[in-house]
């Protein structure tokens, strides 16, 4: 989990990343056609019924699974925080995430937690 996303995001620091077509893993609910963003950082989420994965695209594993929502994600969204880091101030990786009954998350991914709902 937190090793995993600190490995992705240096590396991203370090180069530009070379992806190969793939498919990604778990199936799908309709609702969720559109829950899929293509982050910043490198990383993918996508909704997958009522969960949010998050994946690292590159090996294709799962890094975070994200667990709240009681309808179909239909939504996802990643912050936009491009600002400067070091080792003690680290990049934050918060998500938004709307399910069909209109519920909005706001997630911490790397500690995989509820920052915020409404």
């Known amino acids: 989990g937190l090793q995993k996303l600190r490995s992705v995001l240096e590396s991203e620091r370090q180069g530009a990343m070379k992806v190969t077509p793939q498919t990604i893993p778990g199936p799908v609910h309709p609702l969720n056609c559109r829950a899929l963003d293509w982050g910043w950082q490198g990383l993918i989420a996508y909704g997958c019924h009522s969960t949010v994965a998050v994946l690292d695209p590159r090996s294709m594993q799962s890094i975070q699974t ?3 929502h009681n309808s179909n ?3 996802v ?3 936009l925080e491009c600002y ?3 080792s003690s ?3 934050s990786l918060r998500l938004a995430s709307v399910d069909s009954a209109l ?3 706001v997630w911490d991914v790397v500690q995989g937690s509820i920052l915020s709902t409404f």
């Open 77 to 79: 969204s990643w912050s």
């Open 89 to 91: 101030f680290p990049y």
């Open 103 to 105: 519920h909005c998350v």
């Open 66 to 68: 994200l667990v709240h």
């Open 84 to 86: 400067h880091h070091t």
């Open 73 to 75: 994600i239909i939504k």
